[in-house]
């Protein structure tokens, strides 16, 4: 419980480190400095006003200089990487929590960027791609210390088994519908998450994925009144859900796997 407890607390500070990645990367910007600002008065924010998800409901969600209103989301996307960072600990007490943690890391924030815009950063993708290769040559040498790292093999048989379903769908798609049905930030996020789950729980993450995005399509289709075609074809960002079913996999893809 206390590496559990630890871990949390590590993911809180992450996580509001991933507020500032997911806001000032799709505006260009240094996610170094200038330090944190309120985006309404652009005033320095304060060590006491930084703390994880306390300082949001201390201030009661408004800054402390202009009142101005600071959205949920802060505090939310805070609690999520603890939790992430808590459960990792959880699957993997072990040093390879740090890689696995990294990818959640990545995961979360390509989420919220993609959903905001439906882009997905390649340097986010390129830290996954670094934590996943470093995890492996780490396992390969180290075993005991970095246990559960995939071997080589799977590490090429799941970039495979990420990337090229979706080239195809996106193949099909574009004959269909004469667009892409998949962005090509889509492709290289399940090649990197094909990195660490191996080419079979990426296809199970893949299902997942699929299976997390029904929901929300059948919402577009109804509450927005768009078609089929137009609620899965360029309307919604997918990157949040092939996270979600990557997540999923990596804790529960074993035991889909028992059941089957």
């Known amino acids: 419980m206390f590496w559990i407890t630890f871990a949390f607390v590590v993911g809180l500070i992450f996580g509001s480190f991933a507020n500032v990645v997911i806001y000032r990367i799709p505006r260009k910007k240094s996610i170094i400095k200038p330090p944190s600002a309120c985006p309404s008065c652009e005033k320095q924010l304060a060590a006491r006003d ?13 800054c402390r200089s202009c009142k101005a209103k600071i959205s949920v989301r802060y ?8 939790l992430l960072f808590a459960a990792m600990m959880y699957f993997s007490p072990t040093l390879s929590v740090i890689p696995l943690c990294v990818l959640a890391f990545v995961l979360l924030t390509v989420s919220f960027i993609d959903w905001d815009t439906q882009e997905i950063p390649d340097g986010l993708l390129v830290v996954g791609v670094i934590a996943g290769i470093t995890w492996v040559v780490f396992g390969h040498f180290l075993p005991n210390l970095f246990p559960y790292a995939p071997a080589w093999f799977n590490v090429f048989s799941g970039i495979v088994a ?14 269909i519908w004469k667009k892409d049905g998949f962005g090509y930030g889509d492709v290289k996020l399940m090649a990197v998450i094909g990195i660490f789950l191996g080419w079979q729980l990426t296809l199970i993450a893949f299902v997942f994925s699929i299976l997390a995005s029904f929901p929300f399509a059948i919402y577009l289709m109804i509450r927005q009144r768009m078609s089929k075609d137009e609620a899965f074809n360029g309307y919604m960002a997918f990157g949040p859900f092939l996270c979600i079913g990557a997540v999923v996999a990596l804790w529960f893809g074993e035991w889909v796997f028992r059941i089957l």
């Open 50 to 62: 930084l703390v994880p998800v306390m300082s949001w409901i201390f201030l009661k969600g408004r």
């Open 75 to 82: 505090p939310v996307v805070e609690l999520i990487c603890g």
């Open 162 to 175: 990420g990337a090229v379903p979706l080239l195809i769908l996106d193949r099909i798609a574009l004959l």
